[in-house]
């Protein structure tokens, strides 16, 4: 008898600690003020509908920081050094089928993206370290490829980095914008 109370004691100490547990308020992170975004080739990749055979060729995930009043390149980015090219991790992209960029080609598979900003050119990297906050541990090692490419600016600023693709005869134009400054990367497939 001494045996059961004492599992029934136990049984009932377990169900109220268990229902303090599911009663317990979840803590969820705020919202990010740089939000995470994605964003296809073709841009309509992901909202198919039935009887659509639109297949993803490239998909970029990025976070998307605000110029908040602030001037962005060259002063909150440096010149000539490594950006995550967003903000929070650095950016994803994922190529469904090879591509080439730059006269490289470069295998399906999931990549970074840095850029190297300058005031009239940026240097553009696909590198194979992904799943990394910002560029604190970009390895130079790991590049599958850097490309130059001019800076286009725009009249208007850009309050959130942007990035978005333009079709091409035989590819697509990754455009990548902020603030005043635009750049443009031609992928081939």
Same mark, same amino acid.
């Given at each position: 008898?001494?045996?059961?109370?004492?599992?029934?004691?136990?049984?009932?100490?377990?169900?109220?600690?268990?229902?303090?547990?599911?009663?317990?308020?979840?803590?969820?992170?705020?919202?990010?003020?740089?939000?995470?975004?994605?964003?296809?080739? +073709?841009?309509?990749?992901?909202?198919?509908?039935?009887? $659509?055979?639109?297949? +993803?060729?490239?998909? @970029?995930?990025?976070?998307?920081?605000?110029?908040?009043?602030?001037?962005?390149?060259?002063?909150l980015e440096q010149?000539?050094?490594?950006?995550?090219?967003g903000a929070n991790?650095?950016?994803?992209?994922?190529?469904?089928?090879?591509?080439?960029?730059?006269?490289?080609?470069?295998?399906?598979?999931?990549?970074?993206?840095?850029?190297?900003?300058?005031? $009239?050119?940026?240097?553009?990297?696909?590198?194979?370290?992904?799943?990394?906050?910002?560029?604190?541990?970009?390895?130079?090692?790991?590049?599958?490829?850097? @490309?130059?490419?001019?800076?286009?600016?725009?009249?208007? &600023?850009?309050?959130?980095?942007?990035?978005?693709?333009?079709?091409?005869?035989?590819?697509?134009?990754?455009?990548?914008?902020?603030?005043?400054?635009?750049?443009?990367? &031609?992928?081939?497939?």
């Amino acid at each position: 008898m001494k045996n059961i109370l004492v599992l029934v004691f136990a049984l009932l100490c377990f169900g109220v600690k268990a229902q303090e547990a599911i009663n317990a308020e979840v803590k969820f992170a705020a919202a990010d003020p740089s939000p995470a975004d994605i964003v296809y080739f +073709p841009l309509n990749a992901a909202k198919v509908k039935a009887g $659509d055979a639109t297949k +993803p060729i490239i998909k @970029v995930i990025y976070s998307r920081p605000q110029k908040k009043g602030r001037e962005i390149f060259g002063v909150l980015e440096q010149y000539g050094n490594v950006w995550r090219f967003g903000a929070n991790e650095n950016t994803e992209i994922r190529f469904f089928e090879k591509v080439t960029i730059g006269g490289k080609k470069i295998k399906a598979g999931v990549y970074s993206l840095f850029a190297i900003p300058n005031k $009239d050119t940026w240097t553009i990297i696909i590198n194979k370290q992904t799943d990394r906050w910002g560029a604190f541990t970009y390895d130079e090692s790991k590049d599958l490829i850097r @490309v130059n490419v001019p800076v286009k600016t725009l009249a208007k &600023p850009i309050e959130y980095f942007s990035i978005t693709f333009t079709p091409l005869t035989e590819g697509a134009t990754l455009i990548a914008a902020w603030d005043k400054t635009q750049v443009e990367l &031609p992928i081939a497939f």
